[in-house]
């Protein structure tokens, strides 16, 4: 089964500072695997998402995150923070052989913007 | 429009009490979905149609019953539910029936049960 986990339920970081947000995949399948945002009271809204192309993927926002085979890893970046930035981030994989159904997401990482 | 729209925001619904939620769509996605979330927890799915069709039921409890009237309209009706069941409700679609197209998520309904 595949599943994504995150490192970190809160990371805190100073406006202005690099964001980095952990996501490791277990997968026995090349996965297709997608960051999300949810600000406070809102629904999830769609960074960005690899699906076998490049393996640095650009998003919205001004988020990137680099697909690493060899780590096992899709971790979310951002040169430099915005107090807008502050929200709940999760990673995501798709479950099954072919372009499933179903995401798996992990367990969230909370990201502060401190002033 | 580029949007997915879920009524009522919130929903404060006693335990006998029969509601339903509403989710709308008119980006012509042929897959929608229901999640539900609770507080400081990832989105559980509970069921899947693809056009018009359940494909998917996650093993959720009957008192939760899905029904899509068309293409563009998700409703999920609420009845008998318990405390416990007091969570987020998030709407999802996608053009087809994959992940690989990513998902459009409403802002979902805040239900209550008291």
């Known amino acids: 089964a595949q599943s994504v986990t995150q490192l ?3 990371v805190s970081v100073s406006e202005g ?3 980095l947000l952990r996501c490791n995949y277990s997968s026995s399948v090349p996965p297709y695997l997608f960051w999300y945002v949810q600000y406070p009271n809102q629904g999830l809204q ?3 998402k690899y699906t076998s192309a490049a393996t640095l993927v650009k998003g919205i926002n001004g988020f990137e995150a680099e697909f690493k085979k060899s780590e096992t890893s899709f971790h ?3 040169p430099s923070a915005h107090m807008r930035d502050a929200a709940e981030y999760f990673c995501a994989v ?4 072919d372009s499933s159904y179903k995401l798996i997401f992990g367990s969230g990482t909370r990201l502060l913007v401190r002033p | 429009d580029t949007e997915v729209t879920q009524t009522p925001k919130h929903l404060v619904m006693g335990m006998t009490n029969k509601k339903s939620l509403k989710c709308e769509q008119h980006m012509g996605h042929r897959a929608m979905y229901w999640y539900k979330q609770k507080a400081k927890k990832p989105p ?3 069921f899947v149609y693809s056009y018009e069709k359940l494909s998917i039921n996650e093993s959720v409890p009957s008192r939760f019953s899905p029904e899509c009237p068309n293409s563009s309209l998700l409703n999920l009706h609420l009845h008998a539910l318990q405390p416990e069941d007091s969570a ?3 709407c999802a679609s996608s053009p087809g029936q994959g992940a690989i197209y990513g998902y459009t998520f409403g802002s979902g309904t805040r239900l209550t049960v008291v």
Not at chain 1, 94 to 97: D, E, S
């Open chain 1, 8 to 10: 970190g339920s809160h």
């Open chain 1, 17 to 19: 500072a690099l964001v």
């Open chain 1, 46 to 48: 769609l960074l960005l």
């Open chain 1, 76 to 78: 979310l970046t951002k």
């Open chain 1, 94 to 97: 798709t479950q099954g052989v």
């Open chain 2, 44 to 46: 559980e799915l509970m």
């Open chain 2, 88 to 90: 987020l409700y998030l």
